[in-house]
């Protein structure tokens, strides 16, 4: 690839301009239906390359193919694939990015609002990244590396496939999805349609990190009955069930079992959301960890607090919901190992050190790997995701383009008669 235009900065700076956010209130799907509009502009870039099958379906999700090249028929189809929204967390809307070439350490002022600041300090990576070049939001918004960086990487891999035909490789199906910030990324997929063996999402961080672990993952609803009555007349009968759920989540622990407590395959219990009002009062909350059998053991520490509590006021009531959302993706790739050992192959190839780990999250892959299809993760650059400091290297974008590029022929290699 030593004479190859990379793309992938272009095609980045276009479709983080495009609003996707998604929508987590939203019964729909996708969630909000301006994730389409660049759903719609990637089948048209597609077919544009030569991809002639590119289509996007009713739900928004992109199905493309790069026919295979080579005489034999024993290298597995590979997916690769990446989301098309951005997260709610931050306003997504008129996202003007900006590129800081040759970064210098020094710290970067986003110019719509001076008061973010990105530092070296405060984001040690960039110390790595000086001399490199850097891509950021104005301060406004975030930037939507998280994953439209994978998009663009994608893209520009089918790009580079196409206009190059000697570079042999096996059938590649590429997949684009919404929604995958609110946890339905994969609830429409039509995994017959996708046809493909193996698969990895673009979604990763620190270049040449590789994913193939994530957490185990459940959401927990409480809901708080209370008792009702004329709050002039309430003496010995009313119970507010907003001020029993309050006492909930006041009695949680303070100094672990909390995202803001834990790191690395420590689990916690997160609440998400209360809404409600005197008579019911409903707590939302997401359970986590790497070890599936330890979100049962997390749910009745959670349930024992909530029954503790309620037991205190007479006639109030409680039910306890559980529905499991995704599943450690390391349960299916375990027993593949040679789809994470060729990812590593191929980042040695193009000089870069592989990082297998684990993922405090989970991606599409997570889900996508208990429907058939092991699917760790790579690398695209994006860092501080969800944030006003969001940022990604383009080398980085570019390293996992070169990647893609030497995994495809790693495939081929190891699996062809």
């Known amino acids: ?12 700076l276009d479709y983080v301009k495009i609003d996707t956010t998604a929508d987590p209130e939203s019964i729909s799907f996708p969630s909000s239906e301006k994730q389409k509009d660049l759903a719609q502009l990637l089948v048209q870039e597609l077919q544009a390359m030569g991809v002639h099958d590119a289509l996007m379906d009713e739900y928004g999700y992109v199905y493309a ?7 034999s028929d024993s290298v597995p189809v590979i997916c690769f694939c990446a989301h098309i929204d951005t997260a709610p967390d931050c306003s997504g809307t008129n996202v003007r990015p900006i590129v800081h070439r040759n970064f210098n350490g020094a710290p970067i002022i986003l110019p719509d609002d001076p008061t973010q600041v ?10 790595t990244k000086i001399g490199e070049d850097i891509v950021t939001a104005s301060g406004l ?4 590396a998280d994953d439209k960086a994978g998009v663009a990487i994608i893209m520009d891999f089918a790009n580079f496939l196409i206009s190059h035909p000697e570079v042999k490789h096996g059938k590649i199906r590429l997949l684009f999805t919404p929604d995958e910030e609110v946890g339905r990324g994969v609830e429409h997929l039509n995994m017959e349609k996708l046809g493909a063996d193996y698969g990895y999402t673009l979604d990763g961080g620190v270049v040449g990190s590789i994913e193939d672990e994530s957490f185990s993952a459940d959401a927990v609803k409480i809901t708080i009955h209370g008792i009702s009555a004329h709050p002039g007349y309430a003496k010995n009968k009313m119970v ?12 949680l622990p303070k100094e672990e079992w909390s995202p803001e407590t834990t790191e690395k395959k420590e689990g916690f219990v997160h609440p998400t959301s209360i809404q409600g009002g005197l008579e019911e009062t409903t707590l939302n909350f997401i359970v986590r960890d790497h070890l599936t059998s330890n ?4 749910e009745d520490r959670l349930r024992s607090i909530v029954e503790t509590i309620v037991s205190n006021y ?25 789809v994470t050992e060729y990812a590593a192959e191929a980042m040695r190839k193009v000089g870069l050190a592989p990082k297998v780990s684990s993922i405090r999250g989970g991606t599409d892959g997570s889900k996508l790997s208990f429907m058939g299809l092991p699917c760790p993760n790579i690398f695209t650059g994006e860092m501080a995701i969800h944030s006003r400091h969001e940022y990604v290297c383009v080398q980085d974008m570019e390293n996992a383009v070169k990647t893609m590029v030497e995994l495809v022929q790693i495939w081929v290699e190891h699996k062809s008669n």
């Open 295 to 298: 979100l049962a053991i997390h």
């Open 240 to 251: 507010n069930s907003i001020k029993v759920a309050a006492e909930i989540i006041d009695t």
């Open 314 to 338: 007479n006639g109030v009531t409680y039910s306890f919901e559980i529905s499991e959302q995704y599943r450690n993706m390391k349960e299916v790739i375990a027993t593949v190992p040679f």
């Open 1 to 12: 690839m030593k004479n190859y235009k990379f793309s992938v900065l272009e095609r980045f």
């Open 65 to 71: 193919t790069i026919e295979s090249n080579i005489a």
């Open 118 to 127: 990105i530092t070296v300090e405060e984001h040690p990576y960039l110390k």
């Open 141 to 144: 918004t975030l930037l939507g």
